[in-house]
């Protein structure tokens, strides 16, 4: 048993090992929006199904809403793309720092937040209590990368 127990760790540890290497942090940034988000429709799912409330048609606004998100994730990492390839035109110097990625994550940032404030709604919708600090901190958090992102 406890051969089986280290060699499912040694795999798990060599899968992410692996994913790190080739996504870096922001795939794992990426990810952890991707799973807020699927957390999310599972709890606006069961908050519905609690209150009597789910409608299919609330399902469907709240996918479309997220087909946008990652539309503008994806539009915010065309534009980092854009960026760096201008910067490599323009040549060193421009910048005082290099420019890899600048957009994409504030704005995957900024939606695993929304994500985030989300999930706790739900959870509280659904009769879970959800401590108060908890969520003035998603709340600060993510106003904090709003303001960031307007300057």
Not at 17 to 44: P, S
Not at 132 to 151: D, H, Q, Y
Request: one cysteine or more.
């Amino acid at each position: 048993m406890e051969e089986r127990v280290r060699g499912f760790k040694g795999a798990a540890a060599a899968l992410l090992g692996t994913l790190t290497a080739l996504w870096g942090w922001f795939g794992w940034l990426v990810l952890a929006w991707v799973g807020a988000m699927a957390l999310d429709v599972g709890t606006g799912m069961a908050a519905g199904a609690k209150r009597g409330e789910w409608s299919s048609g609330i399902a469907r606004e709240g996918l479309w809403h997220k087909a946008g998100c990652v539309a503008a994730v994806t539009a915010a990492g065309m534009l980092d793309l854009v960026v760096g390839l201008l910067l490599e035109q323009v040549g060193e110097g421009v910048l005082p720092f290099s420019y890899a990625v600048f957009l994409c994550p504030l704005t995957v940032g900024w939606y695993l937040l929304t994500e985030v404030g989300s999930v706790l709604e739900n959870v509280g919708r659904m009769g879970a209590p959800v401590p108060g600090w908890l969520r003035r901190m998603v709340a600060e958090l993510r106003e904090e990368v709003k303001v960031k992102n307007e300057k």
